[in-house]
């Protein structure tokens, strides 16, 4: 079992469409990440968290520290938000992240 | 600001010959620098990552190796490079010093070993 794992892999959805992509990892962490990696492969990084909530525009990341859980939300989803979001985390303790496999998102028009 | 700067952008190599990618960063003194693959199809596996000049650790043993000559200078090399050695590859800076921050990532390498 990896120690982070995404859902959904693969997700298509309609412009404007309210989009959640989950992540849970199975190790206690310092902090976990979402990045978004574009078609072409650049990956910037949308979020950094170890607790609760953090807002940027019209995404959404929360965190559940004793579920070992987190989401990342999109409201009013756009065809420019079609991408590969990645869940990476890192360990207590630990110097590198564990990445999960990624989740596909498409947006159409 | 801070910049990172990675190339070259797409690289066809044969099998068996050298290979450099070369990482800067830019408006940040002693960041953490990383270097990472991802093969088609599968997540990022971390090759490298360095505190500091000349301290280089290695996650993934194989035919690679990493180099930090300057502070923020960071270069991925092969002797000889293998079919499996394709895929793409990132650079990656966090500030350094501190337990958690952000990755910033390069725009990547994507290397074909024929």
């Known amino acids: 079992k990896n120690e982070v794992e995404q859902s959904p892999q693969n997700l298509t959805a309609q412009e404007g469409e309210f989009i959640t992509i989950n992540c849970s990892y199975s190790v206690g962490i310092s902090a976990l990440h979402w990045l978004q990696q574009h078609p072409g492969g650049g990956i910037v990084s949308l979020f950094m968290l170890s607790s609760g909530k953090k807002k940027h525009g019209r995404l959404i990341a929360t965190i559940n520290i004793q579920e070992k859980h987190s989401s990342l939300h999109i409201t009013a989803s756009h065809p420019r938000d079609s991408a590969v979001y990645i869940c990476?985390?890192?360990?207590?303790?630990?110097?590198?992240?564990?990445f999960g496999q990624g989740t596909r998102l498409t947006i159409n028009p | 600001s801070q910049t990172i700067h990675q190339w070259p952008a797409t690289l066809v190599q044969p099998v068996g010959s050298p290979l450099s990618l070369e990482c800067t960063v830019e408006?940040?003194?002693?960041?953490?620098l990383y270097w990472y693959r991802q093969a088609a199809g599968r997540g990022l596996q971390l090759l490298f990552y360095s505190v500091g000049i000349g301290q280089i650790s290695s996650e993934v043993p194989q035919n690679l190796s990493a180099s930090r000559p300057q502070d923020r200078q960071f270069i991925l090399s092969s002797k000889k490079l293998l079919l499996s050695d394709s895929g793409f590859y990132l650079c990656?800076?966090?500030?350094?010093?501190?337990?958690?921050?952000?990755?910033?990532f390069g725009n990547g390498t994507r290397l074909t070993v024929t």
């Open positions: 990476a985390v890192r360990g207590q303790g630990a110097q590198k992240l564990v």
């Open positions: 408006g940040t003194s002693n960041p953490n």
């Open positions: 990656a800076w966090s500030t350094g010093g501190y337990y958690n921050s952000p990755l910033h």
